[in-house]
């Protein structure tokens, strides 16, 4: 059985903050990994994605990626109360995509 | 525009009925999924199709059906044998499914709620 886990939070942070999020994967096979924001009642988007050892940065969001550990982890620095949403962590397995619970985050004003 | 749409956004059902939910994509994508999310919880992979006409079942198919004519569309019928079927249901498409870094991306959602 391919798992995904998260943290389901909620993980408040005050407005400025860095926001660390992290997810474990099972299957050492996986060579794809990602991260989508979805808003409350909307669907997913994909914010980051990371296929290499160590860290990928896009603006304010780094993702951090360990296969060794089997660990994935995003890193939003300068927290908005705009960022406050769930975070899905999705792994590649190949012929799916396997999601975790994902975690919610509160920036608070 | 490319991307991907669903209709409709908000589906009311009565027990017993058979609705349809539509997805749609102008991205060329070859692979289709459909997603179903509950209150609080991740993404439940229902049915994925990598090719027209070819479509396999994913973890929860059980009272629900599809179909892949055409590239573009991949429409979900959620039968009168999902006992449960009141959530969100997401489609997504992808380049090429068979890729370890085959990327998906979401519509925007249909909302079905069971009366």
């Known amino acids: 059985q391919k798992e995904v886990e998260q943290n389901s939070g909620p993980l408040s942070v005050p407005e400025g903050a860095i926001a660390s999020l992290n997810c474990t994967y099972s299957d050492r096979v996986s060579q794809s990994f990602f991260w989508y924001r979805q808003y409350s009642g909307k669907s997913p988007e994909l914010i980051m994605s990371i296929y290499s050892n160590g860290d990928k940065e896009d603006g304010r969001f780094t993702a951090q990626l360990n296969k060794a550990s089997q660990y994935v982890s995003l890193l939003i620095r300068d927290s908005q109360p705009s960022d406050s949403a769930t975070y899905l962590c999705?792994?590649?397995?190949?012929?799916?995509?396997?999601f975790g619970p994902g975690t919610r985050l509160s920036v608070l004003p | 525009d490319g991307g991907i749409t669903q209709s409709p956004k908000y589906l009311f059902r009565k027990e017993g009925q058979n609705v349809t939910l539509s997805c749609e994509q102008n991205?060329?994508?070859?692979?289709m999924y459909w997603y179903r999310q509950d209150p609080g919880q991740g993404l439940r992979l229902i049915y994925y199709s990598q090719i027209v006409n070819d479509f396999q079942k994913g973890d929860i198919a059980e009272g629900y059906s599809v179909s892949r004519e055409k590239k573009e569309s991949f429409p979900l019928t959620v039968t009168s044998a999902q006992k449960n079927p009141t959530a969100f249901y997401l489609c997504?498409?992808?380049?090429?499914?068979?890729?370890?870094?085959?990327?998906?991306?979401f519509g925007p959602g249909t909302r079905l709620t069971v009366l």
């Open positions: 991205l060329n994508h070859d692979a």
């Open positions: 999705a792994v590649n397995y190949g012929q799916n995509f396997v």
């Open positions: 997504a498409s992808s380049i090429w499914s068979l890729s370890p870094f085959d990327t998906q991306y």
